[in-house]
């Protein structure tokens, strides 16, 4: 992808739907022998390894619109999530509670390492085994059995999004209550509660730090609507701020990016927000900040490179501590080479600004990384070349086409779209 900076993006774009809670939804429709019918699922390359690997177990599953997928497990017709495909994705790992409470049986490859951290499963199979159910390590996969779970009390040593998932997933239709206590907060685990809800389970406390699920006989079909996706909505706003421009999210999720909105605001930027969308727009000077990246509510990783491209652009010196992943800060040589001024010391980065960014050929390394690549890219005097742009599409619907209508030049020299 070469990017070509210096314009100021103005005009208006609108959210695509959240890949972080439509994955998820996607393999609840394990849970039931009647369709789940979903819509404003964004065409990423994820939904589409989601939809391969429900295919393989017997799912039939296919697009019935532009952004509608209808799923029915009516039959499941394998227990297995094969390496292949969880290496790619590992939100895959969050098939076993689901596969588990409907089956009996779940057979997962572990994720293995991952660019931004060891992102261990630990606390997915601690929770899946509090449920009950025998769990085996072998041959790089995760053999889990249960005639039926039963209700269980599940203290999480860090409120981990996937785990919290898989494990209210699991205790959906286990024989009496369960509580996940120390759970995930994320928006994305509370659409997927709402969806669960909608299919007859019983689940109170989502959005809370303790979730109490009581187990019912059976699951049956529903329709839902994912939620807008706010790692966009945070990205774009960056994009608006880094190039000096005035953009407006239509459908931005506002209640769900407070934290992201409060930091913004302190550098400077003016974000106007109403009950539909999002103004933002920059000031002559950004002011620099201190940043730590937290579980929701607080600042969210996912945004933590996004935030590092602008602030290289802020008078005087930020400090970004990641406190989720222990690698994440692999975009910030690559800034380097662009001409930020940053020192990194353990799992904080100091980033001294107003930096001049000049282009260069960059390379991504993972989603996020990627977009704040093409951020700094777009607040560059010459042309960014980023490569291994597979990334991007991951985890971002018509990115290249979103930006471009507001008025940013970007180019795909090798088309890597779906
Ligand atoms: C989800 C998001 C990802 C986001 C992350 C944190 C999806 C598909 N992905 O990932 O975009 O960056 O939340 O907001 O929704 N951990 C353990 N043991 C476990 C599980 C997690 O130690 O069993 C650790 C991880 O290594 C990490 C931290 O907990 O350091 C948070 O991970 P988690 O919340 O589980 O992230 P994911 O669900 O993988």
Known sequence: MIIHG??????????????????????????????LTLRNVPRLRDVKT???????????????????????????????????????MRASFVVLGPLLARTGRARVSTPGGCAIGARPVNLH???????????QFRHGYVEAHAEKLTGGRIWLDSPSVGATQNIMMAAVTARG????????REPEVQDLARVLVKMG???????????????VEKLHGAEHEIICD????????????ITGGDVKISNAPVADLEAVIAKLRETGVRVEANGHGLRVARPATLVPIELRTLPYPGFPTDLQAQMMALLTQADGTSVITETIFENRFMHAQELARM???????????????????????VMATDLRASMGLILAGLAAETATELSRIYHLDRGYEALDAKLTALGAQIERVKDDSL
């Open 201 to 215: 389970a019983q689940i109170s406390g989502s959005g809370s730090h303790v979730i109490e699920i009581e187990g």
């Open 177 to 184: 209550r369960t509580l996940i206590e120390n759970a995930a």
């Open 125 to 135: 199979i601690t929770g899946i085994r509090a449920l009950g159910s025998k769990i």
């Open 230 to 241: 706010r790692i966009e909505a945070g990205s774009m706003m960056v994009a608006a701020a």
């Open 339 to 361: 001409g930020a001024d940053i020192l990194m010391k353990g799992n904080t980065a100091i980033v001294r600004g107003p930096s001049e960014l000049c282009g260069a050929p």
């Open 50 to 88: 989601a939809m391969e690997l429900l295919g393989q177990l017997g799912v039939a599953v296919r697009w019935t619109g532009e952004h509608d997928v209808e799923l029915c497990a009516a039959k499941i017709s394998s227990h297995e999530a094969p390496y292949e495909l969880v290496k790619t």
């Open 6 to 35: 210096g314009a100021p993006l103005r005009g208006t774009v609108s959210l695509s739907g959240s890949k972080n809670a439509a994955l998820p939804i996607m393999m609840a429709s394990l849970l039931t022998a009647e369709p």
